[in-house]
């Protein structure tokens, strides 16, 4: 289940930090924004799976992600630079948070 996200999450990553060196790039905060945009979904969807539908914990960490992810969506659509990392190590905690209370 969590190959999908990872591979958005990557995206985010890589679009984030390529857009840090090259500022003139747009095309990374599409990239940024479209991959963000997927976490938003794919946390709005992991919940709906049978193994995560009745943890209360894990649902409310989904709704972090996609909080947390759709603020990366919003600052890359207004091409607002300043926040997005802030927002990414938010998304970050995130996924570790869970790790290290859902899975051992
Ligand atoms: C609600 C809890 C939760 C959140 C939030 C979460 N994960 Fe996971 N993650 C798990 C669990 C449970 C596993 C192990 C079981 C599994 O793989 O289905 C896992 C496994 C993984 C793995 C190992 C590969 C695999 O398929 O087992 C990767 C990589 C991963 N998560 C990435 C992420 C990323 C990136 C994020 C944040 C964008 C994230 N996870 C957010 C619960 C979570």
Not at 11 to 21: G, R
Not at 57 to 77: P, T, V
Request: hydrophobic share 45%.
């Amino acid at each position: 289940m969590m190959g999908k996200l990872e591979v958005a999450y990557t995206e985010v990553i890589k679009a984030i930090m390529i857009s840090s060196v090259q500022d003139e790039d747009d095309i990374s905060f599409d990239q940024a924004g479209q991959w963000a945009e997927d976490i938003v979904k794919i946390a709005g969807e992991l919940p709906k799976l049978s193994e995560v539908e009745k943890d209360e914990s894990a649902r409310a960490f989904f709704l972090q992600m996609a909080k947390h992810a759709g603020e990366i969506q919003n600052l890359a659509k207004s091409e607002r630079w300043e926040g997005m990392m802030a927002a990414l190590f938010r998304l970050q905690a995130t996924c570790m948070g869970c790790h290290e209370k859902i899975r051992n």
